[in-house]
């Protein structure tokens, strides 16, 4: 079944490279015991693992760090995906302290508001795991630098301590049209400096790494010029509007901003959920749900709603193997690109999933054969690579495919289903290919 199937291999958005081992922290919090006579002894600590990417694109070889309260825990290094992970111990007195991962290599600094400690535990799955999938934030991006600088200017200088406060400042974030396009703005110009090579201290010299940008901007009194100035000092020519549709379309960041998503925004739309799971929102009633391994059986229909006083997705479809089928999806935030949902399917809670718009190669919605024809496509976390012909028209031998497994180059045939191209390699072994998904997962290379 789909969805169980998308829960049990949760979506790693982060191209992961064979071979790879994470370097690992443990972090006690400390523990204690009354006497005999004394009161009764506290909890036992929480085991808990967080892991999370520091990312724009990822940043490998960069000191992250996590903070309980104002103090330095533990410590560890980002791998080469740029991915780090933490193993915790927490007891009760800790959960009530803030939690925060901060990230730096060079002149790039970035850190995450996790909230309380109590507020990350909390997101355990059933094996103590709080990932990037159900807790956007465990990611250290720009756009969580962003959000913490503009936080943190709202509070009066200080990153606030109890998670009351940050809910109340994030939510005021996301209901002022104003600050949410300063935290882009803010993310796009640490863009320009991590990808583009922007001069953090093109406004003021004593400014040298991408966290005391963040900072600067979220209080300066000049905001659009200092931002001007700082995004015009970037080798790669690119423009502010550039770079903030970078930061929008990318869904690892998209899913930090803080915006608001409808129902509204869903329709039209194609969104992967998992590893496999595909969710086509064809009209503002009718849905279709598949899946990349059978796409070509059509997926199965269904149709949905949209409640805006409870912010609830309510899916209905039957699926081909358990019956009949009521998702539950609770719209938590991010954008139309990366929209974060807590889901219950038939009343049991599954947890927070990610739900990842895909991206079309052509224009108009669905991607036609000639919309890839003549193109070299690259997937780089699947080291894969596909040549579409000039006539890519469902014939055999009309294009190649290529994998680092030895299995290729294999001829393939292109067929249009659930409105996508799909590649299909004509030897056994390789998968088919839906064209134009993701945009950090596929790109045109001409």
């Given at each position: 079944m789909y969805l169980f199937d998308m829960l049990e291999e949760k979506y790693r958005s982060i191209a992961k490279i064979s071979g790879t081992t994470l370097a690992i922290s443990t972090l006690v919090i400390g523990c204690s015991s009354g006497g005999d006579s004394g009161p009764p002894p506290p909890p036992p600590p929480q085991d808990v693992s967080i892991s999370g990417v520091v990312y724009d694109q990822e940043i490998a070889g960069a000191t992250v760090e996590i903070?309980?309260?104002d103090t330095v825990v533990a410590t560890t290094t980002s791998d080469s995906n740029g991915e780090y992970n933490f193993d915790l111990s927490v007891t009760q007195a800790q959960r009530a302290q803030r939690c925060v991962v901060r990230a730096a290599r060079g002149s790039f600094r970035l850190q995450s508001l996790l909230g309380?400690?109590?507020?990350?535990?909390?997101?355990?799955?059933?094996?103590?795991?709080?990932?990037?999938?159900?807790?956007?934030?465990?990611?250290?991006?720009?756009?969580s630098t962003a959000l913490a600088a503009v936080i943190q200017q709202q509070n009066?200088?200080?990153?606030?301590?109890?998670?009351?406060?940050?809910?109340?400042?994030?939510?005021?974030?996301?209901?002022?049209?104003?600050?949410?396009?300063?935290?882009?703005?803010?993310?796009?110009?640490?863009?320009?400096?991590?990808d583009y090579e922007a001069d953090p201290g093109a406004v003021n010299a004593a400014i040298t790494d991408t966290k005391a940008l963040a900072d600067a901007l979220a209080n300066s009194?000049?905001?659009?010029?200092?931002?001007?100035?700082?995004?015009?000092s970037n080798t790669g020519g690119l423009t502010e509007a550039d770079l903030v549709a970078e930061v929008e379309n990318d869904p690892v960041l998209a899913v930090q901003l803080p915006a608001t998503v409808t129902g509204t925004d869903l329709v039209g739309n194609y969104y992967v959920v998992g590893e496999d799971t595909l969710l086509y929102f064809s009209t503002a009633s009718a849905i279709t749900v598949g899946a990349y391994e059978d796409i070509t059986t059509g997926g199965a229909t269904g149709t949905w709603s949209?409640?805006?006083?409870?912010?609830?997705?309510?899916?209905?479809?039957?699926?081909?193997?358990?019956?009949?089928?009521?998702?539950?999806?609770?719209?938590?935030?991010?954008?139309?690109?990366?929209?974060?949902?807590?889901?219950?399917?038939?009343?049991?809670d599954e947890g927070n999933l990610t739900l990842r718009r895909l991206e079309t190669v052509g224009t108009g919605g669905n991607v036609a054969?000639?919309?890839?024809?003549?193109?070299?496509f690259i997937n780089v976390e699947d080291s894969l690579a596909v040549a579409v012909p000039s006539a890519c028209d469902g014939q055999t031998a009309n294009g190649w495919i290529?994998?680092?497994?030895?299995?290729?180059?294999?001829?393939?045939?292109?067929?249009?289903?659930?409105?996508?191209?799909?590649?299909?390699?004509?030897?056994?072994?390789?998968?088919?290919?839906?064209?134009?998904?993701?945009s950090d997962s596929w790109d045109s290379a001409n």
């Open positions: 903070l309980v309260g309380t400690v109590g507020t990350v535990v909390d997101q355990r799955d059933d094996a103590d795991q709080v990932t990037s999938e159900s807790f956007p934030q465990a990611n250290v991006t720009n756009v009066g200088g200080t990153l606030p301590s109890d998670q009351s406060t940050i809910d109340n400042l994030t939510n005021a974030i996301i209901g002022d049209s104003g600050l949410q396009t300063k935290v882009t703005q803010i993310a796009a110009a640490i863009k320009a400096v991590v009194a000049s905001f659009a010029a200092d931002l001007a100035t700082v995004i015009a949209y409640d805006s006083g409870t912010s609830t997705v309510t899916i209905n479809f039957t699926d081909p193997i358990d019956g009949p089928l009521t998702v539950v999806a609770t719209i938590l935030g991010g954008t139309v690109n990366a929209v974060q949902i807590n889901a219950v399917v038939n009343d049991v054969e000639s919309d890839i024809e003549g193109k070299l290529l994998d680092n497994s030895g299995a290729g180059p294999a001829p393939v045939t292109c067929e249009t289903y659930l409105g996508m191209t799909v590649i299909s390699p004509t030897v056994a072994g390789l998968n088919d290919i839906v064209v134009g998904l993701l």
